[in-house]
């Protein structure tokens, strides 16, 4: 278009995240340097009508918004806005960024036809991150973004210079080269398993058309994750949901110390033998299903499908809940701000409450939403969560292994899936990891993660945990058929003895009280001694 301004026409999908969008609104108005266009797309709710805050958002920063008849999701959308562009290059964006001065000049600087271009985009890291996307949390959803600490971080991470490939938003393609290239791809629900796909596609069609996909290093926002999953109303109502096996010592003290509070209790067993935990069960009043282990996720997604309470905490048979935790989650269960709660767990191992050696603050992914999150992987599973994640302070006590035999016996279930995973994963076995992992998990848990604190008790679990690492490298080594190594070689053991010097330095630094003996055992640390 003749005579233009310089300036984007940035495309906007909204659906129901006021609170994100104004300040993404706000930010684009107050650090934008360039004479853009915003185009604000707001999508029909699924329940029918659109969000009356986000209308009101919009009335407050002066822009009129395209409102659609139905739900068409942000792929069709950021079409639609295309489609009502005033300007020659467009930007596709989301309503949960905030934009960081000079944003825009920065991409308009690089951009070039045949080119897609994204900026620096900044994540706390709730869902995974994108491989090129920077993780560092700066606020969990608008009103804990910390603004001030962000902007610093950008002035000190700024540099004037391209990259290779990036994110999808904000994306900047010339008007002319999008229509060419059809558009975005529509397929599958925004935020869905199989949603990725089409910006994937779209980057990839581009690619094989010609295109460069480059990330200007300059160019910085902040990407709030899981708006579109924020919740409108409070949940209420708590399922307390259980695997077990037929016969387990502490459940009867587990089952009391939720009992209440609770809901309801869901205890699924892997068989009908007998055994003290359906007795149990049905004596506090729980719905007891059956069901035949295959593995820990869907057991656990199996007990979910169960509860009737919009909040699900899932424990396993020897995990109590402490009182103060208790008190917790009740009131968690009034704020929207989350959908789930990282819980920290205080694991007793062998008769003693261990407070380092990695085993506390031992974070689990236990209570949250039931629409929200779903067990995924086979072992040491873990919660798959759309929304924000919030963290509570009082913990769960588990009662982990209680004898040696009990560590072997789940030891060998454990590192079939370990090494299964490593093998899947591409790796490639080297002999010099049968000496090389297990030392530095050994390192790891006495010294880095202060398991000398626990005593004698750390000494054993984190010796216990080196031999569980080089079980696993032995699978994977078994699985290649026993295929002849050749000795690891004399460097390796001089890289070993090497840590084992400084972590030792470390441990002595950090137990000295005199300055002078502080600074020899910092001086010999560097020397390497």
Sequence with gaps: MANQKPGFSIIIPTYNADQEL??????????????????????QLKGGGVSEPVLAVLEKVGIKPIINSQNLGPYKNWNLGASRATRDWLVFATDDQYFAPGWDQALWQAKRKKRLLTGQMVE???????????KKDFGHNPQEFEEKKFLEFVKEASV?????DGFFVPLVVYGADFDTLGGWPTEGEFGSRDAPANDIAFIDKAKKAGFEFKRTLNSFSYHFQGSSWRRKKAAGGISVVIISRAEEPKINEVLDSVDDWASEIVVVLDNKKAGNVAPAAKKFGAKVYYRPFDDYSSQKNFAISKAK?????SLDADELVSAGLGKELQEATKDLTYNGYFLPRKNIIFGKTINYTGWYPDYQLRFFVKDYGAFSKIIHERITLKGGVGYLKNPLIHYNYQTVSGFIDRLNRYTDAEAEQLISSNYCFVGQDILLRPTEEFFRRFFAEKGWKDGFHGLVLSALMAFYTLVIYLKVWENSGFKNEPLPEKAVLKKINKDWRFWWRTLLVSEETSKAKILFHKILRKLGR
Excluded: C, E, Y
């Design 22 to 43: 104004f300040l993404a609104l706000t930010s684009l108005k107050k650090n934008s340097l360039l004479d853009n266009q915003i185009i604000v797309v707001v999508d």
């Design 160 to 164: 004037v210079g391209l990259a290779d």
């Design 309 to 313: 309470g919009d909040w699900i905490l």
């Design 124 to 134: 706390p890291g709730l869902i995974p991150v994108w491989p090129t996307n920077i």
